[in-house]
């Protein structure tokens, strides 16, 4: 696994799609930083911040994952992968340990917008913790949903445009569940809310649930990613 980790977070950077990545990323941050908190005047708007970061994860997660298996299958770099002695478990984990790195670094790098607030203002640092936690905990499960759709293509347009449709299935269901007239069916859209269950981070306080339930998103997307070469290996 530490092999495969190695080498896919150094192809961030021998790419050019680590270096969009991040542009891409440092930008739509920095934005909306400006527009959400020190635009707006008042400190309690960091939560707009990190919302509309959510929102912008829908477009930017997917181009860290696109080509994560999609390439390996376009260059048939992908048998020597499945006949290797490393495990398909190790596999995955290497590749998605390793765009969770890029992501987590690349998030670390935008915090430091933060220091305006401590600079002009007195943020609430616990909320802020808590919303960077939250953050990652959501960005893990969207990157485990591109790491599945990649192994089921070999195109990565294909790959990012199927996770972007995932992503926003899963982080727009808070926002359509409200004019849903059925109660039960409010009920079930919010149980599997990615927003929803992220708004007690958003309050500085830990919910264990939520925490539960991103970690076992997680855990099924990248089970199902090794279930698909665990098929293909045999087949």
Known sequence: MLAIYKRE?????????????MAIFLCFSGAL???????KGTESNVSYYFTYLLLSFIIV???LTMKLFS???????????????????????????????????????????????????HPNTAQLIGHMFGILLIGAACISIGVFV??????????AIGSMAILLIFIMISFVSPYINSAWLRTILSWVSLMDRYNAFGN????????????????????????????????
């Open 150 to 159: 990649s192994s089921l293509t070999e195109n990565q347009l294909i790959a």
């Open 61 to 63: 997660l997917p181009l």
């Open 71 to 121: 390439e390996e299958r376009k260059t048939k770099t992908e048998q020597l992968l499945l006949t290797s002695p490393l495990t398909l478990t190790g596999m995955v984990l290497g590749k998605f340990f390793a765009a969770f790195t890029m992501f987590a670094m690349t998030l670390a790098v935008s915090s430091v917008s933060f220091i305006s607030l401590y600079t002009y203002g």
């Open 33 to 39: 930083f400006s527009i959400a908190t020190l635009q």
């Open 204 to 235: 500085g306080i830990f919910d264990f649930n939520a925490l539960l339930y991103y970690c076992s998103l997680s855990v099924v997307f990248l089970f199902l990613t090794v279930r698909v070469f665990e098929k293909r290996r045999w087949s």
């Open 9 to 21: 977070l150094l192809s961030y950077f021998r790419s050019p799609l680590g270096y969009v990545f």
